[in-house]
């Protein structure tokens, strides 16, 4: 069974950091994973992706500097570290797992989200 639980999401003001993770439980290897958020009004959008072999990475143009995205696959956990967070950044984000997708989607498996909200 595929589980994807997020967590470490929170109430921050502008410029402060927070670090997402994602506990993953039958799937990582082998497995590409990623961030996707989605705020409110808006579509849901790519936010950053690693892939499994080499831990090739891909960001939005927006969070490029900003975020970083990293796995610990002895552990099966994604992490999401998000410095200098802006307004802009506030959105409930999605952790996701795909085996044949590439980088930006489309992924199969999707957590229930995490809520960050970032006050100006």
């Known amino acids: 069974q595929v589980q994807l639980v997020e967590y470490g999401g929170g109430l921050v003001q502008t410029g402060a950091s927070l670090r997402l993770s994602c506990a993953a439980s039958g799937v990582f290897d082998g497995y590409n994973m990623g961030w996707f958020r989605q705020a409110p009004g808006k579509e849901r959008e790519f936010v950053a992706a690693?892939?499994?072999?080499?831990?090739?990475?891909d960001y939005l143009d927006s969070v490029k500097g900003r975020f970083t995205i990293a796995r610990n696959n002895a552990k099966d956990i994604l992490f999401l570290q998000m410095d200098s967070l802006k307004p802009e950044d506030t959105a409930v984000y999605y952790c996701?797992?795909?085996?044949?997708?590439?980088?930006?989607?489309?992924?199969?498996?999707w957590g229930l989200g995490t809520q960050v909200t970032v006050s100006s």
């Open positions: 996701v797992a795909s085996s044949l997708s590439g980088l930006r989607g489309p992924y199969d498996y």
């Open positions: 690693i892939s499994w072999a080499v831990g090739r990475t």
